[in-house]
């Protein structure tokens, strides 16, 4: 049984609106539930509306799908709570937060929360000696305890004037968690270690050998091991993409920092899966400062990279390893042959020069090698290879 796909479409979401600045952000955030497939219904509370008004509100979510008062409907804190598979308060307030956690009901949204068993996703925004107070610490863990999942604040300009961590999350983050919150937990309590993007191996102070690896598999591997309640350490050379929320991680630059990185994580973990694209090489020697070019075109002179996988494999407590093989073309031999000769459990082969398949697109076509005959997959989301990928970590019943 693989695990349930973390997509909204056919989802019921009900959307808490809350009086915080950032509760113009809604609007965008319910469009974006909407393209995900979801159907979604609004509660606002009455400070919410003197930051944005429901007509504005009812515009994105559609006629008859935002709520306000608690006696409008006596019955809508239970039909909408019925209603819902997921609920996302976002903005969350220090006061709406406080009121989860101690059980009140005075307005329509806390009503729903006490009557609503699903998932939970909060999105504080405040100031940030509100968000740091100990009486809003131990009100969050609380509520977090009990099953709540909190896409935390980002660190800059706050709407006060001040700067610190307040900053309600972007919708993009938030999206990704309401989808985390619909996944099944098949991997919790397994500890799995990712690699991700290029490595850069330096010249000199100013230039280096790379590959065109954006790191988007990886962290899409993260981000759904993640989501599958799996422990995650996400080991990564340079990239610009935004860290996934929930996993620790470990940055590193060069071939070298990524085996130590590589071989000291893997130690205890369930599983490896390893996406970065190692540079083969690296110059035999590091010029220092800015080298000159007369040095570099009299010849450079390189020396084969440490073979990360091979290693790991070879541990002594050794997790289970999957590997990833790009190839230009479709002959997935080369990629059985590496599979067998570093001692990786899977190899995922993808053929880069595929314009939908490559580096630095959001889809990829996979073919997973091991275990028996090649399984080809049809292009996809990365994010959806991910989780095929992960569910070679359950086995099937009766395996």
């Not at 990360?308 to 190839?327: K, S, T, W």
């Amino acid at each position: 049984m693989k695990a349930k796909r973390r997509k909204l479409n056919n989802t019921r979401v009900l959307v808490g609106i809350t009086g915080s600045v950032a509760a113009y952000k809604a609007v965008d955030l319910i469009r974006r539930l909407k393209d995900e497939g979801a159907s979604v219904k609004v509660v606002m509370t009455d400070a919410s509306s003197r930051f944005i008004t429901p007509l504005s509100i009812e515009l994105a979510a559609g006629p008859g799908n935002v709520f306000c008062g608690m006696f409008d409907n006596p019955m809508a804190h239970i039909e909408l709570a019925v209603e819902s598979d997921l609920m996302v308060v976002a903005p969350a307030t220090a006061n709406t937060i406080g009121k989860f956690a101690q059980g009140m009901a005075d307005d329509l949204l806390a009503a729903c929360f006490m009557a609503y068993r699903g998932p939970v996703v909060l999105a504080p925004a405040m100031n940030w000696r509100m968000y740091e107070s100990f009486s809003f610490k131990e009100n969050l863990t609380l509520l977090k305890e009990r099953g709540a999942f909190e896409v935390e604040p980002e660190e800059g300009p706050l709407a006060c004037g001040e700067y610190g961590k307040g900053r309600m999350a972007s919708v993009e983050r938030i999206v990704e968690a309401a989808k985390a919150a619909l996944c099944e937990k098949d991997l919790l309590g397994r500890k799995v270690v990712v690699t991700a993007g290029p490595t850069r191996e330096h010249i000199d102070d100013v230039r280096f050998i790379s590959n065109l690896s954006s790191g988007k598999m990886g962290f899409a591997l993260a981000r759904a091991a993640a989501a599958r309640g799996a422990s995650v350490t996400l080991i990564s050379g340079p990239t610009v993409l935004a860290l996934p929320d929930g996993v620790a991680f470990v940055p590193v630059t060069s071939a070298s920092e990524m085996r130590e990185a590589v071989l000291e994580e893997a130690a205890g973990a369930h599983a490896l899966v390893m996406s970065a694209a190692v540079a083969d090489f690296a110059p035999s020697v590091r010029l220092e400062g800015k080298g000159p070019k007369e040095d570099i075109e009299g010849g450079l002179s390189l020396t084969g990279n440490p073979d990360i996988l091979a290693e790991a494999a070879r541990l002594e407590a050794r997790p289970l390893i999957i590997g990833f093989a790009a190839e230009a073309g479709q002959d997935t031999a080369r990629a059985e042959d590496k599979r067998v000769a570093k001692g990786a459990d899977y190899m995922v082969f993808n053929n880069v020069s595929d314009p939908e398949a490559g580096f630095d697109v959001d889809t990829n076509r996979i073919t997973v090698l091991g275990g028996g005959s090649p399984v080809s997959h049809p292009l996809m989301s990365k994010e959806e290879a991910a989780h095929v990928v992960l569910d070679l970590l359950i086995p099937e019943p009766g395996a």
